[in-house]
């Protein structure tokens, strides 16, 4: 929703610097690497930025119409933003510069040749890759991730304005298909709401006509679990196997059918829920023994919330704990991002389940592009000052992208097999009802325990980093008034030698 009405109050960051600020730290990436992080071989060990486009949507109709000043232009070929601010009589320009800028006349296919088409090609060389929008409501994360109108192919061609995720999709499938590859590629959709996940390709559960259920009651929220190695995974998250693009394209369409419908229900609150679309891909190689090899890509699409909050309340302030109520998850990426630029030795990952769940994504082995919205208006102004300040600083972020290793496809054959066997004894079980059965009432209350359980041992551990830090910095003051008593030994003992010479001298 736009912010209408009245010119904004200035942004407290907008009055740091006055006159032409060019804000371009940190682009250790030499500039635009719109090859989705191309990583030079020399730089493997020190890793590489997290890539940031920046895409400003033209004014709407309405705005237009209404005639809405326009206070930011976009400069495609010098990579940069510059947002004008007029304080006092005084006009301030900031400019800020990112991996890729495109402007309000853009275009969905140059955006995705440009930028999301080399991170494809890195999925299919066995990367994990993540691309996520992040900005305010109403600035065109779900245009550019999804697309406007249909993203249905007619005739084989895609819409237009087609957005990233059809255009991946697309992309993966015209390339493997030109390798005559053999592959398999599974998919799966969640959405994250006021911390609880829920499964968007979850069957529907069988309604009674006389007790017709609520749509978002049909969404049962879905546990988070450490997977023991230091990442995690929702325990029963749907995973469909696909064989094409149109089926893909018709699971996104259930999928954010579903979502849309929460939306619908529960207005407001709705924008601020978060989905991960994730695209799993098994390809096999030969080695140049024969030996069939298994490679595993993956690539995780994520449509952010609308970032007002945070901005509203900055992540440092008195109010980010209100806003935090609000919205955990997006006030934990900010702070997460900011100890990652800032190297601050605890990250606060597990503070949200998104960033739980973008953890690799953020300072891991996966490569990752954000893709910041903005709007021209003046109207939201404050709002793009936020999205700016907050793009620019992830551009800091420093991932060490690792191609997962390769599988023997005999490993694989062996994995496959024995969870066969285990869906076979569930099945057995089953049927023959000799397995251990609960009655569902307890099974439901089984399971609300270990999820306390679960969330009591997360906190426990969050409580337990914090204390370690604490003990740390103790021990660190400790240390220092040792080496500080140390000193004033020395220097007492030198002291009392130097009066005891002179007593001897006087004497
Ligand atoms: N680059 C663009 N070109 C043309 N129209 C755009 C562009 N970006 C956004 N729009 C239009 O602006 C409106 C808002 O966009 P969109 O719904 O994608 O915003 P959003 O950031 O996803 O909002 P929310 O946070 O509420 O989901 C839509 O009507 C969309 O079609």
Redesign the pocket.
């Given at each position: 929703?736009e912010k209408r009405g009245g010119t904004p109050s200035p942004s407290p960051r907008s009055t740091e610097k006055s006159g032409k600020d060019l804000t371009r730290s940190g682009d250790a990436n030499g500039g635009a690497s719109a090859g989705g992080n191309a990583t030079p071989k020399g730089d493997k060990e020190k890793g590489v930025n997290v890539q940031v486009i920046l895409?400003c949507?033209?004014l709407?109709e309405d705005e237009t119409k209404g005639n809405t000043p326009v206070v930011i232009s976009c400069n495609e070929r010098r990579r940069e933003v510059a947002a004008t601010q007029v304080i006092a009589n005084k006009q301030i320009d900031r400019t800020f510069a990112f991996d890729k800028v495109f402007g309000?006349s853009?275009k969905q296919k140059d955006l995705f040749e440009q930028s999301i088409s080399p991170i494809v090609h890195e999925v299919l060389e066995g990367y994990n890759c993540t691309i996520f929008a992040y900005?305010q409501?109403?600035?065109?994360?779900?245009?550019?991730m999804e697309g406007?109108g249909t993203r249905k192919a007619k005739s084989g061609e895609l819409p237009t304005d087609a957005g990233v995720i059809p255009r991946s999709v697309r992309q993966i499938f015209d390339i493997l298909e030109a390798q005559c590859a053999e592959y398999s590629m599974k998919v799966t959709f969640l959405e994250l709401y006021n911390e609880e996940i829920t499964d968007l390709l979850a069957p529907d559960e069988p309604r009674f006509p006389v007790l017709p259920v609520p749509e978002d009651k049909n969404k049962k929220p879905i546990a988070l679990m450490e997977d023991g190695k230091g990442g995690v995974f929702v325990r029963g998250l749907e995973e469909e196997v696909v064989y094409s693009a149109g089926e893909i394209y018709k699971i996104l369409d259930k999928g954010s059918a579903k979502r849309r419908t929460a939306e619908t229900l529960l207005n407001k609150q709705s924008?601020r829920s978060h989905s991960i679309f994730s695209i799993t891909i098994h390809i096999k190689e030969l080695t140049h023994e024969s030996e069939e090899m298994i490679k595993i890509g993956k690539l995780n699409l994520v449509?952010l919330?609308?970032s007002e909050n945070i901005s509203r309340s900055g992540a440092r302030d008195g109010r980010a704990r209100e806003a935090g109520e609000i919205n955990k998850s997006l006030l934990t990426l900010g702070r997460v991002i900011n100890a990652l630029v800032e190297h601050s030795g605890h990250v606060p990952y597990r503070d949200s389940k998104l960033t739980r769940l973008l953890r690799d994504s953020l300072g891991g082995k996966t490569k990752t592009c954000i893709i910041a919205?903005i709007s021209p208006s003046v109207y939201c102004l404050e709002e793009t000052l936020s999205t700016l300040d907050y793009a620019h600083r992830a551009k800091n972020i420093r991932n060490k992208p690792e191609v997962n290793q390769k599988m023997m496809k005999s490993a694989v054959i062996k994995d496959l097999y024995s969870e066969i066997d285990r869906l076979k004894q569930e099945v057995f079980a089953a049927r023959e009802k000799n397995g251990i059965y609960i009655p569902r009432e307890r099974y439901l209350q089984e399971e609300a325990e270990k999820k306390a359980m679960t969330e009591k041992i997360e906190k426990l551990g969050v409580d337990l980093e914090a204390r370690d830090k604490q003990l740390v910095e103790l021990k660190e003051l400790y240390d220092a008034q040792m080496l500080l008593s140390a000193e004033l030994g020395e220097k007492l003992e030198k002291t009392q030698e130097r009066s005891g010479g002179h007593q001897a001298c006087s004497a």
């Open positions: 929703m895409r949507r033209p709407s309000p853009s900005g409501t109403g600035t065109g994360k779900t245009y550019t406007g924008s449509d919330a609308g919205t």
